[in-house]
């Protein structure tokens, strides 16, 4: 079974300029997480979708990100204009069922110079 | 709100002798509770989760952890560290489907050959 796969795995890009990033979680999770993770910290969350439906985006900054799971799949997750702050890395999880068990894919790191 | 404690940033050990990484959480009701390990560069792999039952849970690699509720603690074991051990361990608290998790800061483990 095919893990949780996320791209590109590295990003280097000037400040104001836009990036996405793409995440594809495991088949038959309905439910998907975006993650932030700064360096030294643990991840949080920035946004969880059930299918299609954001549920849960109170972290998400929305003057300069925004995300979507438009088929209740695959998922995108965008900064315009990306800032210095950014740099970190992006983690996307998807999970199924009652025990909220999250798997999580190998990441993004965002680098903004 | 929930919240995770690990008390400790770094721990560095000698290849074969025992582990025990600390965590505190603290939440309203009975937790789900994990622990992920991170590689340089990678994702969360998940080594081990409690939920209910017995408070002494077996994960994968030979780890296992503890669930103390009357002292609020997820303390992680392994009874000889391999020098592949070495890593970045997140302990994490969440409820149940599709609610988000809470992660600690992390501790990184060093192992001395």
């Known amino acids: 079974e095919a893990g949780v796969v996320q791209s590109p795995r590295y990003k280097i890009i000037e400040k104001k300029q836009p990036v996405a990033f793409w995440c594809n979680p495991i088949s038959g999770h309905n439910t998907l997480y975006w993650y932030l993770q700064n360096l030294g910290q643990g991840p949080e969350l920035l946004i969880r979708?059930?299918?299609?439906?954001?549920?849960?985006d109170s972290q998400l900054p929305k003057d300069r990100f925004s995300a979507e799971r438009l088929k209740g799949v695959d998922s995108t997750l965008k900064i315009q204009p990306a800032e210095l702050g950014d740099s970190a890395v992006y983690l996307c999880?998807?999970?199924?069922?009652?025990?909220?068990?999250?798997?999580f894919g190998a990441g993004t790191r965002l680098s903004v110079l | 709100a929930q919240s995770v404690t690990q008390p400790d940033i770094h721990i560095t050990v000698s290849e074969g002798a025992s582990l025990e990484l600390r965590c505190n959480y603290s939440?309203?009701?009975?937790?789900?509770l994990f622990w992920y390990v991170q590689s340089p560069g990678q994702g969360l792999q998940l080594l081990l989760k409690?939920?209910?039952?017995?408070?002494l849970v077996q994960g994968i690699k030979g780890f296992e952890a503890e669930f103390k509720r009357s002292q609020s603690s997820f303390n992680l074991r392994k009874p000889s560290v391999h020098w592949s051990d070495a890593a970045e361990y997140f302990c994490?608290?969440?409820?149940?489907?599709?609610?988000?998790?809470?992660f600690g800061g992390g501790t990184r483990l060093m192992v001395k050959p």
């Open positions: 994490a608290v969440g409820a149940g489907a599709g609610n988000m998790l809470t």
């Open positions: 999880a998807s999970s199924q069922g009652t025990k909220n068990i999250q798997y």
């Open positions: 939440y309203g009701a009975t937790p789900y």
């Open positions: 979708y059930e299918n299609e439906e954001a549920v849960d």
């Open positions: 409690y939920f209910s039952g017995d408070t």
